[in-house]
C-alpha cells in the first residue's frame, strides 16, 4: 500500500499566480479530506469529500480556494489567486470510515 | 468554542524514560479519541485510539488513558527511544467525519 500520495512535496509561487495541489487517496477510501497546517493555527479542516462529492467545504478560507474530486482516486486543491497568506503546508487524508484518517506526506506551499 | 487542546507544548524526556503526554477535551459528546505522531517534514501519523467505552488501551510500547469523567486524555509512551521525538496531535470525533485536532506538543528526547 503506497499511501496517500501527495503532489508536489514543495510549491514556490508568486503571489497572484494559480497553484494545484494533487491527492491520490488510499484504493478503497471513501472520505478524503484536505487540511492546512501552520503554526498559528495548527490543523485546519478545509473540506471533505465523502464517495467524491464535497460534504463540507466551511474551512475553505475564501472564494479564492476551490477543490474537486473528479473520481475516486484524484483530488485537486486550487488556489487562484495565490497570497502569501496562504503559505502553509497543505496535507490530504483519507479514511475508510467516520473514524481515523491516513495522512499524505503534505505539499509546502510557499508564496513570495 | 469547544476544542481539543494539551496541558504543555513541549515535553523532554531522558532516553529510556517513560514518557506522559497529556490532552483535555471539552465536548463530552466525542466518543473516539486518536493520537498522531507528526516527524519533521512528515505528515501526521496514526499512532493508537480509544473508543469512549474504554478507559484503557494498549499497543506497541504505547498506552493511551481515557478518564471521561474529567474529560482528559493521556498518551503514554515507554522507555522513549530517540525515534519518538515528534509533535504529537490527539484528536476527538464528534460522532461525524470531522476530527478535531489539539494544539501538539512537542516530545525531544535527550540521548
Known amino acids: 500500500d503506497a499511501g496517500v500520495i501527495q503532489s508536489p512535496r514543495h510549491e514556490v509561487t508568486e503571489m497572484g499566480q494559480e497553484v494545484t495541489l494533487r491527492c491520490k487517496p488510499i484504493s478503497g477510501h471513501n472520505s478524503l479530506f484536505w487540511y492546512r497546517q501552520t503554526m498559528m493555527r495548527g490543523l485546519e479542516l478545509l473540506i471533505y469529500f465523502n464517495n467524491n462529492v464535497p460534504i463540507d467545504d466551511s474551512g475553505m478560507p475564501e472564494d479564492r480556494f476551490s477543490a474537486k474530486m473528479p473520481n475516486a482516486s484524484f483530488s485537486t486543491l486550487k488556489i487562484q489567486p495565490s497570497e502569501p497568506r496562504d503559505s502553509a503546508v497543505y496535507f490530504c487524508?483519507?479514511?475508510?470510515?467516520?473514524?481515523?484518517?491516513?495522512f499524505g506526506s503534505g505539499t509546502r506551499l510557499t508564496v513570495v | 468554542g469547544e476544542s481539543v487542546g494539551l496541558h504543555l507544548p513541549t515535553l523532554s524526556v531522558q532516553e529510556g524514560d517513560n514518557s506522559i503526554i497529556n490532552c483535555a477535551y471539552s465536548n463530552s459528546a466525542s466518543d473516539y479519541f486518536i493520537w498522531y505522531k507528526q516527524e519533521s517534514g512528515k505528515g501526521p501519523q496514526f499512532i493508537i485510539d480509544i473508543r469512549s467505552n474504554m478507559d484503557k488501551r494498549q499497543g506497541q510500547r504505547v498506552t493511551v488513558l481515557l478518564n471521561k469523567t474529567v474529560k482528559h486524555l493521556s498518551l503514554q509512551i515507554a522507555a522513549t527511544q530517540p525515534g519518538d521525538s515528534a509533535v504529537y496531535f490527539c484528536?476527538?470525533?464528534?460522532?461525524?467525519?470531522?476530527?478535531?485536532f489539539g494544539a501538539g506538543t512537542t516530545v525531544t528526547v535527550r540521548a
Open positions: 487524508a483519507s479514511s475508510s470510515s467516520s473514524y481515523g484518517y491516513t
Open positions: 484528536a476527538e470525533n464528534r460522532h461525524d467525519y470531522k476530527l478535531s
